[in-house]
């Protein structure tokens, strides 16, 4: 069986070496993007098996990322969660139709939280 895909799109270095470390352990095969359009660019040329996105990136948002994977065949029904620390739900909730529990907050969550958050998605 190989390895579950995931994408995560990250403008801090340090969450994202933290994050992608932590999948690593568990076995997941893990691409970083550091801007939205990096993201987007992989995610439409790879396809991964889940996406972890941040809201504030330094080129685009991350709504706009949301909204061109989900405009994409393939992007419909991957599973995305948003990984952030300066959105509100409400904000997040306005711009994009995404349940509430796949929204996680960076001060909140644990590298624990995220890796489980993930599992319990893929499965």
Same mark, same amino acid.
């Given at each position: 069986?190989?390895?579950?895909?995931?994408? @995560?799109? $990250?403008?801090? !270095?340090?969450?994202?070496?933290?994050?992608?470390?932590?999948? /690593?352990? *568990?076995?997941?095969? #893990? *691409?970083?993007?550091?801007? !939205?359009?990096?993201?987007?660019?992989?995610?439409?040329?790879?396809?991964? &098996?889940? +996406?972890?996105? &941040?809201?504030? @990136?330094? &080129?685009?948002? !991350?709504?706009?990322?949301?909204?061109?994977?989900?405009?994409?065949?393939?992007?419909? %029904?991957?599973?995305?969660? =948003?990984? +952030?620390?300066? $959105?509100?739900? /409400?904000?997040?909730? %306005?711009?994009?139709?995404?349940? @509430?529990? *796949? #929204?996680?907050? %960076?001060?909140?969550?644990?590298?624990?939280? =995220? #890796? +489980?958050? =993930?599992? %319990?998605? @893929?499965?």
């Amino acid at each position: 069986m190989s390895k579950a895909s995931i994408l @995560l799109i $990250e403008d801090s !270095g340090y969450l994202a070496e933290s994050v992608q470390d932590a999948l /690593e352990m *568990h076995d997941y095969e #893990v *691409h970083v993007a550091s801007t !939205g359009q990096a993201g987007i660019d992989y995610a439409l040329a790879h396809h991964p &098996d889940f +996406t972890l996105l &941040d809201i504030r @990136l330094p &080129d685009i948002s !991350g709504y706009e990322v949301y909204s061109t994977i989900r405009a994409d065949s393939w992007g419909k %029904k991957t599973p995305i969660a =948003i990984l +952030t620390a300066s $959105e509100s739900l /409400e904000s997040i909730s %306005k711009n994009i139709n995404m349940p @509430l529990e *796949h #929204v996680l907050f %960076k001060p909140n969550q644990s590298l624990s939280d =995220i #890796v +489980t958050h =993930i599992e %319990k998605r @893929l499965e």
